[in-house]
């Protein structure tokens, strides 16, 4: 008789979607469970991903336009990155073991030196992009210890849960902030102001505080696809090296080709202290994130026997994470998907703009830079009227979010497409895969116009039904 009474793989593989849903509502989270329900997500059995697919037990063919929130760079499992990994395990490769040197770690860190532009050179690696974050703060404050301790961060920047990340994430984008007390220290600007920067910076060191250590951004805000003015990032840039502060970009969202550039900060040519990064360079597969920093504020910092073991965790750079995460940058740089990324996000964009013509009545604006894109649409009182839908319960607090939904929960169960809201209720966010063809484009647009074309009112009806519970 065992002691615990655990399912075995097996056995979970075979547990119906009924099943599984009501483990994950018990166990997991019964919020999300609901909100699942109530797009259909929750509905079907997935058994295979592959490319720009996702496969239904039943036998439904979903084209992902969510891009995985920029985790699928590749598309779902890239065959060059399930041989790599096979390859790994086939040789039984060494996963992890603090005495040796990590082959597979060094090289990737090679690589990416290569790709990030300028003297970045030494990578840390963590795995999530949250604790990346941590990181780069944490050795941006070191370096200027004990002079200067404040944190500059936008309003609409995002960079994670964790404590830190979370302190320096903007209000605007997540309210919940509101809920903790931030960590002190950090001064919030608005994003794309740059005189709103000078000025923090010029009353600071005019009051004697000359106490700004860095600088944390966005270069181009992912999840509500926004770009700065022109010249923004070049004049933050310099602004910052001028007065000693460190300016960290945060690539997690955007980094390793989304926006039709490497990285975002390359639309203007600058180059920043350090680099965050995570999302796509695990190829889909390997969570792995992490930062890469300049000689002169590594060496500082971790760059001594003494401190070189101040900033390290458990699971930094398993084996099989970086050798995934080196095939990853490898199909980027043989498949060309950066420049892909260019050129199916100005298609996928031209096509944006015909149904933002077509329907004035939902659509308020649709931005693009690569393949991120976003239609940002009309609010259900602003289409329907005030008060409209006053009589169904729980419906105020998801006014803002109901026609997107509508749209996402309609263009999944008819006509198999997966897309996801971005950073703010009332958008759609449009991130495939770098992979994708124009082709899929046009079934994509094709069957946008036949749902905007449709009748929205009973779509959100549909859903109403479906929140009350
Ligand atoms: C720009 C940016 N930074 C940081 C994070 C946090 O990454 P993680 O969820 O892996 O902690 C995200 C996640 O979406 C992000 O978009």
Redesign the pocket.
Known sequence: MKKYNLMQLSEAELLSQKELVRLYAKHINPGIGIFLRVLGFDEYKIVKAEGMYIYTECGKKILDFSGG?SVLNHGHNHPRILEARRRFNQNKRLEICKAFISGYQSVLAKNLAEIFPGDLQYSFFCN????A?EGALKIALLFHRPHRDKIIYTDIG????TFA?MSVSGLISRPYKELFKSMDGCLEVPYGDIGALRRLIRDRESSGQNDIACMIL?PIK??LVITPPKGYLQELSTLCEKNGIILIA?E??TGFGKTGKMFGFEHEGIVPDIVTF?KSLGGGKASI?GYIVKPRIFEKTYGSLKNCTIHTTTFGGMGEECASAIEALNIINDEDLVENARLQGEYLLAKMKTLKAKYPRYIREVRGIGLLCIFELYNTSEVFGKGFFKNIPHIDDFLLGLIPAAIVSELFKKHNILLYTGGREDNLFISPALIITPEEIDIFIEALDKVLNGNMLRLIMELANNLIF
């Open positions: 929130m999530s992009g949250a604790e974050n995002y960079h994670g849960k990340a966005e992912g999840d945060d997690i969202f995570s994130a």
